[in-house]
């Protein structure tokens, strides 16, 4: 088991594919067992890594995943059948804000399109149930969001670093939940509706 989770790991730095960092997944594992979390969104599949690490946790967690990129989301179903958890982890191929669901969710946790982090919270968190949590990773992407600006040479950098430090303000001032922004992994954003 833990052969195929490195197998995999070492699939997506080979790849340059971003999963989460040891730290952060591990500290969502905990998060999942102590908060007796059962069912799961994830925005942003990418190749399966913290879908599959999310329902080894507990044998009744259930994840519903959506990834937009083919190549991620065909790597994804092999890794999920590669641990026998296609009953407990369903795949959607698409774009998340072209995704409509009804279900209601214990978790949303958002990893996918920076820039698209308040698109997707707005657009999800009406499939959150009460006191349920939304948790966003990448919140100091890289430990670029303490850099000043000018230091950042790529514009496009430069716009997604900004989107991020806005989304950041847009947490911490949202009423209907309660944030906390904790420096593990690459920065996670533990949002809990109040």
Known sequence: ???????????????????????????LINYIKENNIKNILEIGTAIGYSAIMMCMADKDVSVVTIERDEKRYLEAIKNIKKFK????????????????????????????????NKN???RFEKNLRESGTIITDNMNFHGLIFEDEK???????????????????FLENNVYYETEILNIGDGIAISIKK
């Open 85 to 116: 958890l296609e009953e407990r982890i369903h795949l959607i191929y698409n774009d998340a804000l072209e995704v409509k669901l009804n279900n209601q969710y214990d978790l949303i946790f958002i990893d996918a399109a920076k820039a698209q």
């Open 1 to 27: 088991m833990e052969d195929d989770i490195n197998s995999i790991k070492e699939y997506a730095y080979a790849n340059n594919i971003p999963i989460m960092q040891d730290e952060g997944i591990n500290y």
């Open 120 to 122: 997707i919270f707005e």
């Open 151 to 169: 230091n950042i040479t790529s514009r496009n950098l430069r716009q997604l670093v900004r989107k991020i430090k806005d989304y950041r303000i």
